[in-house]
């Protein structure tokens, strides 16, 4: 006698062929893929050094000379190294920013390598100071 009862097999379910199963496999395996390479470059991408920028617009001397107040950078800026900070000077006269001064027409080009903690006079904040702190 057979202890054991037979055990049918289980019907094809109508709609589900072999191939059907494997272009499913290979669409969510392909998904997973896609899904993995954006995690990757968020993570590499999100390590890349940013970039500060500011913008000086023409007119910001005439501003400042008639009383008005002008704060285009915070008097304490905080930067993480290898941020690179950019000012671009659309006005008629030179402006310093912190340690820095940019002419009437140019722009100012500055990569913080280290840490460190930069000051000066700001004539585009009305406190007249700026702290740049890099950590």
């Not at 395996?29 to 999100?46: N, Y």
Request: with cysteine.
């Amino acid at each position: 006698m057979n202890d054991h009862p037979e055990v049918a097999s289980p019907e094809p379910r109508p709609g589900r062929s072999p191939a059907l199963v494997v272009w499913a496999m290979l669409a969510i395996g392909a998904v997973l893929m896609v899904v993995a390479a954006v995690g990757v470059a968020a993570v590499v991408l999100g390590d890349r050094p940013s970039e500060y920028r500011v913008v000086i617009p023409a007119g910001t001397g005439r501003q400042i000379d008639a009383g008005q107040s002008v704060e285009l950078i915070p008097a304490d800026l905080r930067l993480k190294v290898g941020t690179t900070f950019v000012v671009r000077n659309d006005d008629d006269r030179t402006h310093d920013v912190g340690p820095f001064a940019v002419r009437a027409g140019e722009q100012l080009v500055h990569r913080f390598d280290r840490a460190g903690v930069y000051q000066g006079a700001c004539t585009v904040h009305p406190g007249g100071q700026v702290t740049i702190t890099v950590t």
